[in-house]
Every structure is written in C-alpha cells, then in structure tokens.
C-alpha cells in the first residue's frame, strides 16, 4: 500500500491514495490551520470505523443475515500530553435489517475487533477501546 501527503500551505495537505482517491487535511485554526479538511487524526478514527463497519457487513452477509444498513458512532479521547494518542474508544454500531439476531451481530462485532480489522487492533496497543450495539428492525 502506498499513499503520498503533498504540503498545499500553512498545516494543509493533499493526502492521495494508491487507489487514485484525495482528501484535504487541514488543522484547527489554533494550529495554523484553515479548518479547510479533516484533521489526520479524525482521518485515523473515521478510517477504524470505516474498517470494522467493512467487516460487520462482510460477516454478516456471509452469514446470510438479512442486513440492510450498518452504522457506526465512534467517540475517541486523547491523551493530553504529547504524543496525544488515543486513550479509549467506543463504538457504538446501528445495525439495521430483517429478523436480525444479537448473537449474530455480536459474534460479527467480536469477530472484527479481535481478529479482522487491522486499524482497531493496531490502536488497540494504545487505546482501550470498547463497543455496543443496537439493532433495528426494518
């Protein structure tokens, strides 16, 4: 996997990936920033909760569940002093779907924190990070 960070101005920067995507970093206005883009730590945790929502669905279709929709609410502290690495995670995953069963949700849950998704359990080495779930019947 490869990625390329380009400087645009101040603490901006293009972020393009391997895959041909772009996104604007940007920092907060008390760093220099514009507000102009994602910070790169907001990157990193929207980027676990995009991994493991990948991996929900996969599990769970796999599994033949009649899911339609899955969502997830991430909340994130940081540690105060440098480097500001994130201390606790919760996820918090909206599953929607037909007939879904908690057990099958958890297990796909479990099943991505623990074993498949590679950002949550790289972080995992620094932050505790734990997880609930609703269903919703549609």
Same mark, same amino acid.
């Given at each position: 996997?490869?990625?390329?960070?380009?400087?645009?101005?101040?603490?901006?920067?293009?972020?393009?990936?391997?895959?041909?995507?772009?996104?604007?970093?940007?920092?907060?206005?008390?760093?220099?920033?514009?507000?102009?883009?994602?910070?790169?730590?907001?990157?990193?945790?929207?980027?676990?909760?995009? /991994?493991? +929502?990948?991996?929900?669905?996969?599990?769970?279709?796999?599994?033949?569940? &009649?899911?339609?929709?899955? @969502? !997830?609410?991430?909340?994130?502290?940081?540690?105060?002093?440098?480097?500001?690495?994130?201390?606790?995670?919760?996820?918090?995953?909206?599953?929607?779907?037909?007939?879904?069963?908690?057990?099958?949700?958890?297990?796909?849950?479990?099943?991505?924190?623990?074993?498949? /998704?590679? +950002?949550?359990?790289?972080?995992?080495?620094?932050?505790?990070?734990?997880? &609930?779930?609703?269903?919703? @019947? !549609?």
């Amino acid at each position: 996997m490869q990625a390329r960070i380009k400087w645009i101005e101040n603490v901006s920067f293009l972020a393009q990936s391997e895959s041909g995507h772009s996104v604007l970093m940007d920092g907060a206005p008390a760093a220099g920033g514009k507000n102009l883009g994602f910070r790169p730590m907001e990157m990193v945790l929207m980027g676990t909760g995009g /991994c493991t +929502a990948f991996d929900v669905i996969t599990i769970l279709k796999k599994s033949r569940a &009649d899911v339609v929709d899955c @969502e !997830v609410e991430l909340q994130a502290e940081r540690a105060d002093t440098e480097p500001k690495v994130f201390t606790r995670i919760h996820m918090h995953f909206i599953v929607k779907g037909r007939a879904l069963k908690a057990d099958q949700v958890k297990r796909a849950i479990d099943l991505s924190a623990e074993k498949y /998704c590679s +950002a949550s359990i790289m972080l995992g080495k620094t932050a505790e990070i734990t997880h &609930d779930f609703e269903i919703v @019947e !549609v």
